[in-house]
């Protein structure tokens, strides 16, 4: 059995473990990170899988020298919020924030932005990558953590689990867990309007959930649309000329008649918070640690800003010769992320839940709402900030690796 010990094991391979990585390359700091997908199994495709990436996001990568707009991505200047059956909408422009960039985000292929961050890992000397399959076993000691699988041990000072949740360590690490099934689908496709629409993402809220349209170039649009599981099997199954005219039935207003359609995936949405004790030297970062619904594409950005206060709390550890897994270290980290995380799930949860129930009065009042919203600049404005990732509470902003530091 081959034993390595690195001081940070990082579990995943995906763009969060792979962005926390690349954080730490201009370090001492000793990393080893191990794909923890079934090695005997094909990864799934993802056909058409895209990643939001918020105003401040592309800042923090751009700060990570991630080099950016990343191929095929596209700009996100405006987001329509509508509401099934309402004529009331809620437009947040760029223009709101002031910003250089004059953009909210962009909107690239999953494959792209982790090609990008492969690419920027190429020169990392204190990186050793590896395809090692789940964990079958860990222990812990007081001064480490041993990783075990059935050809490798690895010793590490602190383990982080950023493999997305799929490496099924909540009994083997004792996790705590608290979740929740949203009892919907969401059925992911990239459509063609019959007329171009540039820099505009649509989030339009059904009786079901919301229908998401994201920019991806070329006219084209990424759509995420939450169904009923019952629903979302009936729709997935349907060839493409039925498939659109259901979709056209319940796009937004604004939106051009879809006329072309790619591939069609699905997946269940639910809601799961997982955590260790600060103890157990393990730090959880992006769905690893929080996987939330897909509304308003927050999932990948709140995971960078996971990876960005570990960095910085690791990098910081490295200067004073001081344990990675230390748990004043990993206190620290939970408590700065803390409000930021609740932040973002109790929008996410409040947004889905609100625009989820069919009864009339409340129907009324989201209207109403929406209406009033539109005219109220400067709350139009918190919530573009927000959602742009640039309006953080101040306890979750950690500036250490911003090496310019920008305002808006």
Same mark, same amino acid.
């Given at each position: 059995?081959r034993?390595?010990?690195?001081?940070?094991?990082?579990?995943?391979?995906g763009?969060?473990?792979r962005?926390? =990585?690349?954080?730490?390359?201009?370090?001492?700091?000793?990393?080893?990170?191990?794909?923890?997908?079934?090695?005997?199994?094909?990864?799934p495709?993802q056909?058409?899988?895209?990643?939001?990436?918020?105003?401040?996001?592309?800042?923090?990568?751009?700060?990570?020298?991630?080099?950016?707009?990343?191929q095929?991505?596209?700009?996100?200047?405006?987001?329509?919020?509508?509401?099934?059956?309402?004529?009331?909408?809620?437009?947040?422009?760029?223009?709101l924030?002031?910003?250089?960039?004059?953009?909210?985000g962009e909107v690239?292929?999953?494959?792209?932005?982790?090609?990008?961050?492969?690419?920027?890992?190429?020169?990392?000397p204190?990186?050793?990558?590896?395809?090692?399959g789940?964990?079958?076993?860990?222990?812990?000691?007081?001064?480490?953590?041993?990783?075990?699988?059935?050809?490798?041990?690895v010793?590490?000072e602190?383990?982080?689990?950023a493999?997305?949740?799929h490496?099924?360590?909540?009994?083997?690490a004792? &996790?705590q867990?608290?979740?929740?099934?949203?009892?919907r689908?969401?059925?992911?496709?990239?459509?063609?309007?019959?007329e171009?629409?540039?820099?505009?993402?649509?989030?339009?809220?059904l009786?079901?959930?919301?229908?998401?349209f994201?920019?991806i #170039?070329? #006219?084209?649009?990424?759509?995420?649309?939450s @169904?009923?599981?019952?629903?979302?099997?009936?729709?997935?199954?349907?060839?493409?000329?039925?498939?659109?005219?259901? @979709?056209?039935?319940?796009?937004?207003?604004?939106?051009?008649?879809?006329?072309g359609?790619?591939?069609?995936?699905?997946?269940?949405?639910?809601?799961?918070?997982l955590?260790?004790q600060?103890?157990?030297?393990?730090?959880l970062?992006g769905?690893?640690?929080?996987?939330?619904?897909?509304?308003?594409?927050?999932?990948?950005?709140?995971?960078?800003?996971?990876?960005?206060?570990? =960095?910085?709390?690791?990098?910081?550890?490295?200067?004073?010769?001081?344990?990675?897994?230390?748990? #004043?270290?990993?206190?620290?980290?939970?408590?700065?992320?803390?409000?930021?995380?609740?932040?973002?799930?109790?929008?996410?949860?409040?947004?889905?839940? &609100?625009?989820?129930?069919?009864?009339?009065?409340?129907?009324?009042?989201?209207?109403?709402?929406?209406?009033?919203?539109?005219?109220?600049?400067?709350?139009?404005r918190?919530?573009?900030?927000?959602?742009?990732?640039?309006?953080?509470?101040?306890?979750?902003t950690?500036?250490?690796?911003?090496?310019?530091?920008r305002?808006?």
């Open positions: 059995m034993t390595h010990a690195v001081q940070i094991a990082i579990l995943g391979n763009p969060v473990a962005s926390l =990585a690349l954080a730490l390359a201009d370090t001492p700091i000793d990393m080893m990170m191990l794909d923890t997908f079934p090695r005997q199994q094909a990864r495709p056909p058409d899988r895209t990643v939001a990436l918020a105003l401040g996001t592309r800042r923090l990568l751009q700060d990570l020298q991630v080099p950016l707009p990343l095929g991505s596209a700009a996100i200047r405006t987001v329509q919020i509508t509401q099934q059956g309402a004529s009331s909408r809620v437009r947040l422009e760029a223009q924030l002031g910003s250089p960039e004059g953009i909210l690239a292929g999953l494959d792209h932005l982790e090609g990008a961050l492969e690419t920027a890992l190429g020169c990392c204190n990186l050793v990558q590896m395809p090692a789940p964990v079958q076993d860990l222990q812990w000691h007081p001064d480490r953590v041993t990783l075990k699988w059935p050809e490798l041990r010793e590490a602190l383990v982080v689990v493999d997305g949740g490496g099924h360590l909540q009994n083997l004792h &996790l867990r608290l979740g929740w099934d949203h009892n689908h969401a059925i992911v496709s990239t459509v063609t309007p019959r171009k629409i540039c820099g505009i993402a649509y989030e339009h809220f009786d079901s959930g919301p229908l998401a994201l920019p #170039g070329d #006219g084209q649009f990424s759509i995420v649309w @169904l009923r599981p019952e629903d979302a099997s009936r729709i997935l199954a349907l060839p493409e000329g039925p498939f659109l005219e259901a @979709l056209n039935r319940q796009r937004p207003s604004g939106l051009p008649p879809l006329v359609s790619g591939p069609r995936s699905v997946y269940p949405l639910f809601f799961q918070r955590w260790a600060p103890q157990q030297r393990m730090a970062v769905n690893a640690a929080q996987t939330i619904h897909p509304l308003a594409g927050q999932g990948y950005n709140l995971g960078l800003r996971d990876v960005i206060t570990l =960095a910085a709390l690791l990098r910081r550890a490295a200067a004073g010769a001081e344990d990675m897994g230390n748990a #004043g270290l990993l206190t620290d980290y939970a408590r700065i992320r803390r409000r930021d995380r609740l932040e973002t799930i109790a929008f996410t949860e409040t947004m889905n839940r &609100l625009f989820g129930t069919r009864l009339l009065p409340l129907r009324l009042v989201r209207a109403a709402a929406l209406a009033a919203l539109e005219r109220l600049p400067a709350i139009k918190d919530l573009a900030a927000r959602l742009a990732g640039i309006d953080l509470p101040a306890a979750s950690i500036p250490d690796l911003i090496t310019e530091p305002h808006v």
